[in-house]
């Protein structure tokens, strides 16, 4: 839908961004921001990211905030390269699988629905019209969909003004094609489906003090069907599913977050200038 006269765009003015860089990752952290600079934020861009994990096992030597760490990581990134606003990260996510693994916690699908469907309308109804949720769990992938078109549903029968603009859109940074290709460079078939070298370098990246928890493993059980927490157990014992974490290096995160910002940056910036992106 166009623009109406005088209406602000979705995305960043010019200059907006290299204020931002300029002042470092706190200068796009929603929760450092007052709501007057919220307001005056709204008058120049429409765009907001949300960055969503889980908090669960990775393994026996990976970190269980993982996927809440480097969703958190990308989307800081992504907001400095860009100047949007970065909420805070929503860091409990559909992890039901991993339940059987101590210190994972969950939300049933239909909680984090409900979350993600409430974080959304709160956004709308103050005027954003572009929702970018940066994701580090596949878990969350169904779950985050069926949120949005929930919200779609609510913020038009509540006849909210942005609501024949609002759109919202999920981004797996762990999927995004350069880091994909690179994990396939670097880790081949040992990359596996979960607790992954990608993701585990990336937190070794991030924060230091994991790689010393880092040892070689035995084989892992290969991927396979998923069923339930105590189905997993069983077939996944150490919570890996084909994957050989101890191939990670923190220097392998430093160039994965690189490519993840790089990829999202720039998806976002069409997500933001495209006025009707379905």
């Not at 929603?30 to 008058?43: D, F, G």
């Not at 096992?57 to 990134?77: F, K, N, S």
């Not at 109804?125 to 069926?146: C, D, M, P, S, W």
Request: hydrophobic content about 40%; glycine content about 12%.
């Amino acid at each position: 839908m166009p623009k109406s006269a005088g209406q602000p765009g979705h995305g960043p003015v010019s200059g907006h961004a290299a204020a931002a860089a300029a002042g470092g990752s706190d200068a796009i952290r929603l929760q450092l921001r007052s709501w007057p600079e919220v307001e005056a934020y709204l008058q120049r861009c429409r765009g907001v990211i949300v960055p969503l994990g889980s908090t669960e096992q990775h393994g026996p030597t990976g970190a269980i905030g993982t996927d809440a760490l480097t969703a958190e990581a990308v989307a800081l990134e992504v907001g400095r390269r860009t100047g949007v606003l970065v909420t805070p990260t929503q860091a409990f996510g559909m992890a039901e699988h991993h339940l059987g693994f101590a210190g994972t916690v969950s939300l049933q699908p239909s909680t984090l629905m409900a979350v993600l469907h409430d974080v959304v309308l709160s956004l709308a109804r103050h005027g954003f019209e572009r929702v970018y949720v940066i994701n580090g769990h596949g878990g969350n992938i169904a779950t985050g969909k069926a949120a949005f078109a929930q919200a779609y549903s609510t913020a038009a029968a509540r006849g909210l003004p942005v609501a024949p603009r609002l759109r919202c859109k999920l981004a797996n940074w762990f999927m995004a094609p350069p880091v994909m290709a690179k994990a396939r460079e670097l880790y081949g078939a040992r990359e596996g489906h979960h607790a992954t070298p990608s993701e585990i370098a990336l937190t070794l990246h991030l924060e230091p003090s994991l790689i010393g928890k880092q040892r070689p493993l035995p084989e892992p059980a290969p991927p396979g069907p998923i069923h339930g927490p105590e189905d997993f157990r069983r077939r996944h014992p150490d919570g890996r599913m084909g994957s050989d974490p101890y191939l990670a290096q923190a220097e392998h995160g430093q160039t994965l977050l690189e490519l993840a910002a790089a990829a999202l940056a720039a998806d976002l910036q069409s997500f933001l200038a495209d006025d009707d992106p379905g």
